[in-house]
């Protein structure tokens, strides 16, 4: 079977419930600037926001607001829209997001992936990775201590009429 002229990913869903799904994603990804759902879910939404942030380098704004107001959901998203990223993509020709791939989602193995908006400056992008990693590793040295903590507490039981395990927070 030969895939021509297929235009979108339908995702299992109905026409309604597909604009519903990437209308709330879109509205997300502009408060939040990253969002990680499903691969096929991202490339779809990808489209969409790339849309959404030509709409805020029009030269007729007001069309623009409207035409991004009637598909996000709340005010604080056009607002970054037109505030944040309209202006920080003005001289871009395209590509303001970007999908990067992650490992799979655990309870059913579907192929998960991170959508963001791409930082203009290498600066930014630099800072933005260098604050994730920081947060990886606090994660890692709390989780590190709270098993040894849990370790400490099971060696200290040595027979089966021990107090039962403290646990408190560290």
């Given at each position: 079977?030969v895939?021509h002229?297929?235009a ?6 109905t026409?309604?419930?597909r604009k519903?799904l ?16 499903t691969?096929?879910k ?5 489209r ?10 029009k030269a007729?704004?007001?069309?623009g607001r409207r035409?991004?107001?009637s598909f996000?959901r709340t005010?604080e998203?056009?607002?970054n829209?037109?505030?944040?990223y309209?202006p ?6 395209g590509g303001?997001t970007?999908v990067?791939?992650t490992?799979?989602?655990?309870g059913?193995?579907?192929p998960?992936?991170?959508v963001e908006?791409?930082?203009e400056?290498v600066e930014?992008g630099?800072?933005?990775?260098e604050?994730?990693?920081?947060l990886?590793r606090q ?11 849990h ?8 027979d089966?009429?021990a ?7 560290l």
């Open positions: 079977m895939h002229q297929i979108f990913r339908k995702l299992s869903r026409p309604a419930h519903a990437l209308r709330n994603m879109a509205t997300q990804l502009l408060i939040h600037g990253r969002i990680k759902t691969t096929a991202a490339k779809e939404l990808k969409v926001a790339d849309k959404l942030v030509k709409y805020a380098k007729d704004k007001a069309y035409l991004a107001r996000l005010d998203a056009v607002e829209l037109f505030v944040k309209g920080l993509y003005a001289d871009r020709p303001y970007r990067q791939k490992r799979p989602r655990a059913d193995c579907a998960m992936a991170y908006y791409v930082p400056s930014e630099r800072e933005m990775r604050s994730r990693r920081e990886r994660r890692f040295e709390y989780n590190s201590r709270l098993k040894q903590h370790r400490s507490q099971w060696e200290a039981r040595t089966e009429h107090a039962p395990l403290d646990n408190t927070p």
